[in-house]
Structure formats: structure tokens, C-alpha cells
């Protein structure tokens, strides 16, 4: 089933999903230097824009791919033990970094408000890089709804 298509509706994504956007982990997935496959969870938190905010090392494996490919893709999925409950997001767009700055001063109020814990570890948080995942594409999985339930759209 294909949904709305390039971009009309898309203000409305953030709130047809609100339980899939308030999990704490995204598996967020690039690509190396030879093309080879590389997944990390980190813990993200979603704007009003549906852009995905989450903080990582700069050394590490997915932020050099980044660096060189800004191409990404993501999946945001409760655990289940059910075939019947598998649901989810899945997401194609770009990551970038987040300068300082007032877009860096609203998502850390949002990244802090869902994980108020990040208060306390303010040091390691600077030796981290705040990134915006844009998706350009989404695809909401509901078995829920029907086996093998799709709905996608194409962002502006």
C-alpha cells in the first residue's frame, strides 16, 4: 500500500507514529569507504520536522562514513516476540552535523527532555557530535494491520 506521496501530508508523519518516535533506539545504518555495510544503534530524538537527533564520537565507524557519505538509513522498532506485532519505521534521507547554534540549543532541549540522564554527563556529551538524520523516505511496517502491512512516502 503506498501512502502520500512526495511530501504532501508529510507534517503529519510525527504524529501518525508517535509510539514508534518516543522508543529510545534507532539503528542507523552507512556505508564504508569499499561499500561495506556498517549498523549501529544510537539513542535519537525526533523534532517536529521528523528530523532524528542523536549524539555520536566522532571517531567512531558510522561518523567517518558519514563524513565521506552523508547517505543513510534508518529502522525504529519496538522488540516483539510476535510475527503478528513486528512494526516499524524504516527511513532512507542524510545525516549532517549540527553546528552550535540555535538549531543545536533546540534539539538538546529535546534530546534532554527524553533523556534526562544526558544532564549529568554534559563533559562527554562535548566530546560528541550532535547529528540531524533527514529522511527523504519513509516506510511504516504494521503486521498488525495485515501480514506484510506497508505504507511509504516520499519526503520533500
Known amino acids: 500500500m503506498k501512502g502520500t506521496r512526495s511530501g504532501e501530508g508529510f507534517d503529519l508523519l510525527p504524529r501518525m507514529f508517535p509510539d514508534l518516535l ?6 542507523l545504518a552507512t556505508s564504508g569507504p569499499s561499500g561495506e555495510p556498517h549498523a549501529a544503534p544510537v539513542y535519537f530524538a525526533a523534532a517536529e520536522t521528523l528530523y532524528l537527533y542523536f549524539f555520536s564520537d566522532p ?12 547517505r543513510a538509513a534508518a529502522a525504529i522498532y519496538p522488540e516483539c516476540r510476535d510475527w503478528r506485532d513486528i512494526r516499524g519505521l524504516q527511513l532512507h534521507g542524510e545525516v549532517h552535523p549540527v553546528p552550535p547554534g540555535l538549531e543545536w540549543d533546540a534539539a538538546w532541549v529535546l534530546y534532554a527532555a527524553k533523556f534526562p540522564f544526558v544532564s549529568g554527563l554534559k563533559a562527554v556529551v562535548e566530546r560528541n557530535v550532535l547529528y540531524a538524520f533527514t529522511p527523504r523516505w ?6 498488525r494491520r495485515g501480514f506484510g502491512f506497508k505504507q511509504e512516502w516520499d519526503l520533500p
Open 138 to 143: 519513509v516506510r511504516l511496517v504494521d503486521n
Open 59 to 70: 571517531h567512531s565507524q558510522h561518523s567517518l562514513d558519514l563524513a565521506r557519505d552523508a
Open 22 to 27: 518516543s522508543l529510545s533506539t534507532m539503528t
